[in-house]
């Protein structure tokens, strides 16, 4: 079956814009959760969604935003960009059932802020 | 905060040598995640461990969880250049739910 899918693989953005990010989970996970990794902070929680609903959330500013869709499609938006945004943005799904859910990351997205 | 600590953060030895890299805690985790990451890909979970004290074999790495549940490790026998990668560790905050913390990870690489 066909893995965790993020578009566009990668981005470059200036500084003040906005930017959307798109991963489309595994069929038949219904959760989907975000992660940015960078070279110093590593790999960090952004949130996480299950059938539509923020079920969890990371220590990330309000400029950092997303949603689920009924097909459990996921978007993350990140508003007024700053140079620390640069990261490889991943996307991991679910199926969110069991105590220790295995996650299945995408490829990521490259964002470059300028 | 770093919840994880993992070391060492790099390591470069030859095609054939053993290697072991460590994942340590102040705190108890109830279960504990195994992920290597490749150039250009997303991490691929190797293991998950839930008993103090347990091990677990794929091929040739070894993973062992601390009996305190603290501490974990993985071993790698007569390393090969495609086990070269970022090795990560992380524990789940909230059972049932997908919300990750990682250590910082281990670069390998295995010189042929």
């Known amino acids: 079956k066909a893995g965790v899918t993020q578009t566009p693989r990668y981005l470059i953005k200036t500084r003040g814009q906005q930017v959307t990010l798109s991963c489309s989970p595994i069929s038949g996970h219904r959760s989907v959760s975000w992660y940015q990794q960078t070279p110093g902070q590593g790999l960090q929680f952004l949130f996480e969604?299950?059938?539509?609903?923020?079920?969890n959330k990371g220590n990330f500013p309000g400029r950092f935003s997303g949603r689920q869709f009924s097909n459990s499609r996921s978007e993350m938006n990140v508003s007024t960009l700053e140079l620390g945004d640069s990261a490889l943005y991943l996307c991991?799904?679910?199926?969110?059932?069991?105590?220790?859910?295995?996650?299945?990351f995408g490829q990521g997205t490259r964002l470059t802020v300028v | 905060t770093q919840l994880l600590e993992q070391s060492p953060q790099f390591l470069s030895i030859q095609e054939g040598e053993n290697l072991t890299v460590y994942c340590n805690s102040s705190s108890v985790f109830s279960s504990l995640q195994w992920y290597r990451q490749e150039p250009g890909e997303g991490p691929v979970l190797l293991v998950t461990v839930v008993t103090g004290g347990e091990v677990k074999k794929l091929k040739r790495l070894t993973f062992q969880f601390g009996d305190a549940r603290k501490d974990s490790s993985l071993h790698i026998t007569a390393a090969q250049p495609g086990d070269t990668g970022l090795y990560l560790c992380?524990?789940?905050?909230?059972?049932?739910?997908?919300?990750?913390?990682f250590g910082q990870g281990t670069r390998l690489t295995i010189n042929p």
């Open positions: 992380a524990r789940t905050l909230i059972q049932g739910a997908q919300k990750l913390v």
């Open positions: 991991a799904s679910s199926l969110a059932s069991g105590v220790f859910p295995e996650a299945f």
């Open positions: 969604y299950f059938s539509e609903t923020q079920r």
